[in-house]
């Protein structure tokens, strides 16, 4: 009997060394894995060599091994919260578990005590919360790399933004993890986003685009109240009813976002409040010329209420 082993081994083409033999026998098993029909990339995990190589392989052979948890980006990827991946495997396991060392290169394992979650596209993993500050660990730890960390940052904003994870919850689990790379970081990134900034360029522009020599301070993330509701504005000149408002490349690109952006503008025109939007590549080019703009039209705008004030 002709037996497909890409069947046999499922959709992930990764299973138990224990189901295959018990499906097809021992005898059976072995003349395939010397035959170079099967690999044993993982003790007690048989997977297909064609696949052998894929992510989705790999992180089902390590959920089969370990008997743990996807963690970490692997977790984030399966939540939805990370595109891509990465090339490693990231997965928790419990301590009572043997995890025989050496590791293949793509496989990090990490040992946790508290192993609950989700399914997530029929994998399990860690929850959003722990795997948030895991990955973020990661990336800022001794192994981490400036993608990683540009990640983990994308992670945490994207979540927090989307209220897939709480942001107070998240502090509380934060405060925890006495020694988490990165801790200090993460905690200020949370309150950024917490307090209305929806991406990196938002974040980077509060500090780098809203100190304009010449001009009041700028006040951030103030509340507007508009016939549409509150609206908050990244930055706002009440003395010239002035709002700034950074658009990030990313979350402002999609039709939904640019039609949400162009009706809070227009809700704020009709309290006689004009928002000026910087854009990314704007306000990254050219910082100096995106300062000099809000102070142009501060200073128009201010000049304009004076004079119905009839104080200019």
Known sequence: MVVDLATLLGPDGARSSAEVVAASGRTSVVRWVRDGRLLRPLPGVLVDPARSGHWRTRATAAALWTGGRLAARSALHLADLVDEPGARVHVAAPPSRHIAVPRPSWLVVQVSRELTGPVRRGLPVTGEA????????????????????????????????RGRVDADLLLADLRTRSRLPGRALLRELVELVRGGSHSE?????????????????????????????????????????????????????????????????????????????????????????ARAEIAAAFHVRAARIAQERGVG
């Open 130 to 161: 722990t795997a948030l500050l895991d990955a973020w660990g990661w990336a800022h730890g001794s192994r981490g790399t400036p993608r990683d960390v540009e990640v983990a940052r994308g992670a945490v904003i994207g979540a927090v933004r």
């Open 201 to 289: 360029f938002e974040i980077w522009g509060l500090q780098h685009l809203l100190d304009v020599p010449g001009i009041p301070p700028v006040e951030r993330q103030y509340a507007l109240r508009t016939a549409i509701g509150t609206i908050h504005l990244d930055g706002a000149l009440p003395a010239a009813r002035l709002g700034i408002e950074l658009d990030g490349a990313a979350y402002h690109r999609g039709p939904d976002n640019w039609a949400r952006d162009r009706r809070r503008d227009s809700a704020a025109l009709a309290m006689d409040w004009a928002t000026l939007r910087i854009d990314h590549r704007r306000g990254r080019e050219d910082p100096a010329g």
